[in-house]
């Protein structure tokens, strides 16, 4: 199954490297998946500028971006996802929202995981916003998402996630499998 790990930050000085790394590297372990990691730094897509909507979109060939279409074919190859994000200003960064404007049925009936971090609320508001935002692309969420409240400090000071959140990882992990393989039989 191939499982998409996208960090939706791309800012000087962003701090959720070491949340990505772990969730990475609890994915590679697992077995069942063939990691595909996206930092959105490195996709580095513009702003999205189509004359249509991608779900107005006949193919994959209508896109007038050359980025985009590649964007759009990474996610048609994929079976899952997992979204880490920082939450500014009380919801998801807007790189992470633009990433997922890109792309219209290639993410339907795909699960998807959410993870935040961040201080005090560990995200929650980010999460939730990328709740309604997700199911409108057709993404179907996992039961539960992760929150890592006031994780730098604990990350900074070599403390790393609890039991219970590693055992959260790996029900999340469960999930998608247990809805990709839903959707997917005939």
Do not use: C
Not at 161 to 181: A, G
């Amino acid at each position: 199954m191939k499982l998409v790990i996208i960090w939706g930050s791309s800012r000087t000085g962003r701090k959720g490297g070491v949340v990505a790394d772990w969730v990475k590297q609890k994915a590679g372990a697992d077995g069942r998946f063939e990691v595909d990691f996206i930092d959105l730094r490195e996709l580095n897509l513009p702003f999205f500028d189509e004359p249509i909507s991608p779900f107005s979109m006949n193919s994959l060939d209508d896109y007038t971006h050359a980025e985009g279409r590649a964007w759009a074919e990474r996610i048609a190859g994929s079976d899952g996802f997992i979204i880490v994000t920082p939450e500014y200003n009380h919801g998801p960064p807007g790189v992470l929202k633009n990433t997922l404007d890109w792309v219209g049925p290639p993410w339907k009936d795909k699960p998807v995981g959410l993870i935040s971090y961040g201080g005090i609320s560990g995200g929650t508001r980010a999460v939730e916003m990328l709740r309604s935002i997700t199911i409108e692309l057709g993404l179907i969420n996992v039961a539960k998402a992760i929150h890592l409240p006031f994780f730098v400090k604990a990350f900074e000071s070599g403390e790393q996630p609890s039991e219970s959140t590693n055992e959260n990882l790996k029900k999340m992990f469960d999930q998608i499998v247990r809805l990709r393989t839903a959707l997917t039989k005939n």
